[in-house]
């Protein structure tokens, strides 16, 4: 059964909807939710997920890439560093 991608925003990182669309059809995950934008300063990166607090129910996961960060929400069962094992493995 897979999990649920909730549309909020109109953009988004570049790279990350993909990357969100594969780990909604992952065993566990539920609800997967980007949140806030916002520009950082540095350099352009590739994408880089890092699953940061616990929230009801799941995890906040800051995103950054491409002078970029934005925060998603991942509604599921599974533990901090499953759900950062599931994000490097499918960005």
């Known amino acids: 059964m897979s999990g649920r991608l909730v549309w ?3 953009t988004h990182v570049p790279g990350l ?6 780990l909604v059809k992952e065993p566990g995950i539920k609800t997967v939710t980007p949140g ?4 950082v300063k540095g350099q352009g990166c590739a994408l880089r997920f890092r699953v940061s607090i616990p929230i009801s129910g799941g995890w906040k996961v800051n995103v950054r890439g491409e002078r970029l960060a ?5 509604v599921t069962d599974l533990g901090a560093l499953e759900v950062q094992a599931l994000l490097d493995a499918l960005g």
């Open 36 to 39: 806030r934008i916002r520009p």
């Open 17 to 22: 909807v993909r990357v969100l669309e594969k």
């Open 8 to 10: 909020n925003h109109s």
């Open 70 to 74: 934005q925060e998603v929400f991942v």
